[in-house]
């Protein structure tokens, strides 16, 4: 059991690593004006937005990440693999980001950096369903499994309809991108983690029961 607790704290210092890398690297694209005049500044806010966006998105997939681990107890190759593959489309935000900014969001740096955010988003979608599979209904309903579905797949709508957009209007496609960061503002789809809190003090109230 230990060891299987352990390997579960590996998988997440991983990946709480690469996270931190990969802020690092977005951090590094960040490039100071030659003049010492402020209004300077005002021609970055292409970097500087995208820098914002991009750094919530991260932190949203941190926090998101952290709340699923809370549900497996064992590592299988398969989630390990999900992992590693949700990780490197991650890794890919940098470079996009860079893109958008050096470009002034333009149409297709804005359409890929939202490609990103759907495989990103798919991503993340598979590992979580495997998730909620090793878990079963005894953690999590199968009403909060079916709300945490639908929210996944109305993120991924509208991130597959900013790449669409960005073509005909890049700065629309762009807001669509940050609108549906907000429906995951939230790690948990409503009354998931609520129910796995109640299901993990029902256990240890049973754990302290004679017999």
Sequence with gaps: MREQIATVHRLSAFSDAVIAVVITIMVLELKAPDNQSLSELWSLWPTAISYAVSYLFIAIIWINHHYLMRFVDSLTPKLIWINFTHLFV???????????????????????????????????????????????????????????????????????????????????????????????????APGIFGEWRMSKRLTEVLKRLPG
């Design 90 to 188: 991650v890794s890919l935000l940098p470079f996009a980001t860079a893109w958008i900014a050096r470009t002034q969001l333009s149409s297709t740096p804005v359409a890929f950096y939202a490609a990103i955010f759907v495989c990103v988003d798919i991503a993340y979608n598979v590992f979580e369903r495997e998730v909620f599979t090793q878990a079963g209904a005894t953690k999590i309903s199968e009403r909060a499994q079916r709300m945490a579905r639908r929210r996944s797949l109305t993120v991924l709508g509208i991130f597959a309809s900013a790449i669409l957009a960005a073509f005909v209007e890049p700065r629309f496609g762009f807001g669509l991108v940050c609108s549906a960061l907000i429906l995951h503002l939230r790690p948990e």
